[in-house]
């Protein structure tokens, strides 16, 4: 059943998605928020289609979408890429620079606005990382970075990325922990979905202020002991959850 579901899954989201690529294609002359408007739709689509291979999510905490916030989000599969985008309203993505060069669906991610990485780039790609941050905060835009670089499946650990410091001394702005365990139902580098929630906690901001040292270790505790509860056995997770510790309001 598993496979059938899967199959059902894929076909309706990369068919929907050719079909939007194709679509959009005349938009990209118009104003960046229709973009956003886009990007958003299509995370409610895949939301939608999800259901069927029996997958949902369940928020805890605040999503802080009354303020301008950066996003540290725990990265364990395209479900948070596509999702989020909807669930977010849409902020400003920190994309791999090759995004950028696919045909079509790059200059759409180039439109909507984002903040592209170029790994080989050393310092430099994290200058120029600081410097489109500044310009989107001044936008009045919202960030999502993954601190980890890339998805990391579940259980398995990689050091937190310099990168999310960056954003976080060059705006001043608040950043919002988020730990989730997309991974157990849609597991990277599978075209595999298994039925099943993914449970997305935000957590408590992190205030502006602290060194790099400092935040560098909150934003590690602060997602990593969340990671801890979600991967622990149903009971203890469920438990976990509804006393909710570290969420915001």
């Avoid at 939301?47 to 990265?75: F, M, P």
């Amino acid at each position: 059943m598993v496979y059938i579901r899967s199959f059902i899954f894929n076909s309706l989201f990369y068919v929907g998605t050719a079909i939007l690529v194709v679509l959009m294609w005349p938009l990209l002359l118009l104003p960046p928020v229709l973009a956003r408007q886009i990007a958003r739709f299509w995370g409610w689509l895949a939301h939608k289609q999800l259901y069927s291979v029996g997958i949902r999510q369940r928020l805890h905490g605040d999503r802080q979408l009354d303020q301008q916030v950066i996003y540290a989000v725990k990265h364990q599969s395209a479900w948070e890429t596509i999702i989020l985008s909807w669930l977010l309203h849409a902020p400003a993505f920190v994309l791999k620079v090759e995004l950028l060069r696919l045909p079509i669906i790059g200059l759409f991610f180039t439109k909507t606005g984002c903040i592209p990485v170029d790994r080989s780039d050393g310092m430099r790609a994290l200058r120029k990382m600081r410097q489109a941050a500044l310009e989107l905060a001044a936008q009045g835009r919202s960030m999502l970075i993954f601190p980890q670089g890339t998805r990391i499946a579940p259980g398995a650990s990689k050091p937190y990325e310099i990168g999310v410091f960056a954003l976080y001394d060059s705006t001043g702005l608040p950043v919002v922990p988020v730990a989730l365990n997309s991974g157990h139902v849609w597991p990277r580098n599978s075209w595999l979905k298994y039925p099943g929630i993914v449970d997305v906690c935000f957590l408590e901001p992190i205030a502006p202020g602290l060194t790099r040292k400092q935040f560098m270790a909150t934003l590690e505790q602060r997602i990593e002991s969340q990671m801890a509860a979600l991967e622990a056995p149903q009971q203890h997770r469920d438990r976990a959850l509804t006393e909710e510790p570290h969420h915001g309001r």
